[in-house]
C-alpha cells in the first residue's frame, strides 16, 4: 500500500470519527433532527381499589412501574367488587363474570396477553384486551375497569399509555391521600 493511500485513509477515517461524535450537542451541531422516541405503555401496578373518602366514590389506584407516576380512575361499584376481590386474593364460591369469561377463553383456546389502557378523552378512559390464540391475536375494546378486573385475575400485566397519564394529571386527576379506615 501506497503512502499517499495510507494518507488518504488515515484522513477518511479522521473525517469520519470526527462526525460521528457522540451526544445530543453533537448532532444539534451537524444540524441533524433526533426522532423523538416512541414510549412504549408501561405496565402499572394496581394499588388499590377502594371508596374515596372525600366523594364515597368508588376509586382504582395505578402506578406506573417505570416512572412511579400514579393516577385515582372512578369506577362503579360493581366494577370495585370485581377487582377488589382478585386484588385481595378472595376466591367466591361461584364464578363471577369476569372468571366466566376467563374460563370461556381457556375452553375456547384463547388466552388473554395484556390489557392496555389506551386513552383518557371528556372524563372517560378507554382500554383494549390482548388476545392470542391458534389462528391469531386478536383487540377487543374494553372498559378499563372490565380490563383491569380480567388481568388480575388471569395474572397478565395491565399497562398504560403514557398520554393517559398525562392527560389525568392534566384533569386533576392527582391522587389523593388515602386515610387509614378504622
Sequence with gaps: MSTRCRVGILALAVAVLAGFSSGPEAARDRGEVTAPKLAAPQEVEVLAAYLDPATQAPVVMLRGKRDKRSFPMMIGP????AIAIPLNHVTPPRPLTHDLFLTLFG????????VVITDFRDDVYYA?????????DLTLDSRPSDAIALALRAGVPVLVEDQV???ATAAGREPTPRRPSI
Design 128 to 136: 383494549v384486551l390482548h388476545l392470542q390464540s391458534a389462528t391469531g
Design 78 to 81: 360493581a366494577e370495585l367488587n
Design 165 to 167: 397519564f398525562d392527560k
Design 107 to 114: 375452553r375456547l383456546k384463547v388466552s388473554l396477553r395484556d
